[in-house]
Nanobody, 117 residues
Framework: QVQLVESGGGLVQPGGSLRLSCAAS????????MGWYRQAPGNERELVAR???????NYADSVKGRFTISRDNAKNTVYLQMNSLKPEDTTVYYC???????????WGQGTQVTVSS
C-alpha cells in the first residue's frame, strides 16, 4: 500500500499563486509516476500534470506555461507550483502515484483550490 498526504490548497485571488505538495509513503518503487489531477462537480477527473521518476513531465494544455510540476525523490514528494491562477482552476486537486511495473494506482484525499476575488 501507498499513502499520499496532500497539502497546500486554499483560497487565492485571480492571478495569484499556490503550491501543492504530496508526500508518498509505504510500499514505494523507484520507478513510478506522480501527478496531480482535478475534478470539478459533474466532470470526470482530468490530468493536470504528471512527472515520471526520471524527470519526464507532461501537462494539460489548459495549464501549460502557468503550472510547474517537480519532485524530490529523496523525500518521495511531488510539488505543483500554480501561478497566474484563474477562477476556472477552482476545484479539488488529487495527488496520484502509479507504480510503473504493475500500473497500480493510488490517490490522495484531495485538496480544495479556490480562485476567487
Amino acid at each position: 500500500q501507498v499513502q499520499l498526504v496532500e497539502s497546500g490548497g486554499g483560497l487565492v485571488q485571480p492571478g495569484g499563486s499556490l503550491r501543492l505538495s504530496c508526500a508518498a509513503s509505504g510500499a514505494l518503487f523507484s520507478i513510478n509516476a506522480m501527478g496531480w489531477y482535478r475534478q470539478a462537480p459533474g466532470n470526470e477527473r482530468e490530468l493536470v500534470a504528471r512527472i515520471i521518476s526520471g524527470g519526464t513531465t507532461n501537462y494539460a494544455d489548459s495549464v501549460k506555461g502557468r503550472f510547474t510540476i517537480s519532485r524530490d525523490n529523496a523525500k518521495n514528494t511531488v510539488y505543483l507550483q500554480m501561478n497566474s491562477l484563474k477562477p476556472e482552476d477552482t476545484t479539488v486537486y488529487y495527488c496520484n502515484y502509479i507504480t510503473i511495473a504493475t500500473t497500480q494506482s493510488y490517490w490522495g484525499q484531495g485538496t480544495q483550490v479556490t480562485v476567487s476575488s
